[in-house]
């Protein structure tokens, strides 16, 4: 993640945010304009974590101590209330709220799944995405992140979520046909779809590593097989 972005017209999410709070009442202008004004804040924050670093040459980097480093908790996040989308990593989300931040904010890495709770769709490779994720986290009204992963997650619990990966794609298919009646910004859905084609598997195989080995991969090291 370059940069955070902010998930399509600001309108739509506007309406969005408003329904899912319960309100009958139309969206005012000023609401639009404080979602927007909040984006780019945010956005400048983040400014201040790296994007380039040794990072990018490994095949999986351990993003928890840089996270240790911005916070003592994301969250006390439930590992059985995480949705089946949530991708296999040590960021998941439990039981959230209806609000849509984490889409709103963040559609790179989190979306609205399965009885509208959130879920982490990638993992982060950075420490500008680790601190977008724990504003995300933070801003969360139930709690319901964790970063706890690692210990529940293992080499063959990786490759089962992997084998059913043809039930994410029904579930991206299905949220692309609501359109504007749904929850997610179409094109965050589609990045998703493409992680899918090209580059989860590859993120897997390092984190498959780090499961089995206990540290990261060095570079060209042979990582095991989904």
């Excluded at 089962?160 to 997610?184: H, P, Q, Y």
Aim: some cysteine; proline content about 7%.
């Amino acid at each position: 993640m370059g940069k955070t972005q902010v998930g399509g017209l600001v309108g739509r999410w506007a309406r969005l945010l408003d329904r899912a709070r319960g309100s009958r009442r139309a969206v005012p202008f000023s609401h639009e304009a404080e979602l927007r004004q909040a984006a780019a804040r945010m956005r400048g924050r983040l400014l201040r974590h790296p994007v380039e670093g040794p990072w990018q040459e490994r095949a999986y980097w351990d993003p928890l101590p840089a996270a240790r480093e911005m916070t003592g908790s994301v969250g006390d996040g439930h590992w059985e209330q995480r949705s089946r989308l949530n991708v296999p990593g040590p960021f998941y989300a439990g039981e959230t709220d209806s609000g849509l931040n984490g889409p709103y904010y963040l559609p790179e890495h989190v979306l609205s799944g399965d009885e509208h709770c959130e879920f982490v769709h990638r993992q982060p490779a950075n420490p500008r995405e680790v601190a977008a994720l724990v504003e995300i986290a933070h801003g969360e009204p139930l709690g319901g992140y964790a970063w706890d992963g690692d210990r529940h997650w293992t080499p063959q619990a990786v490759r089962d979520w992997w084998s059913r990966r043809d039930e994410v794609r029904a579930w991206i298919t299905g949220e692309l046909e609501l359109g504007d009646d749904g929850r997610n910004e179409p094109e965050a859905l589609r990045q998703y779809a493409a992680y899918l084609d090209d580059g989860l598997e590859a993120y897997l195989r390092g984190y498959l590593f780090w499961l089995a080995e206990g540290r990261e991969p060095q570079t060209g090291e042979a990582l095991p097989e989904l």
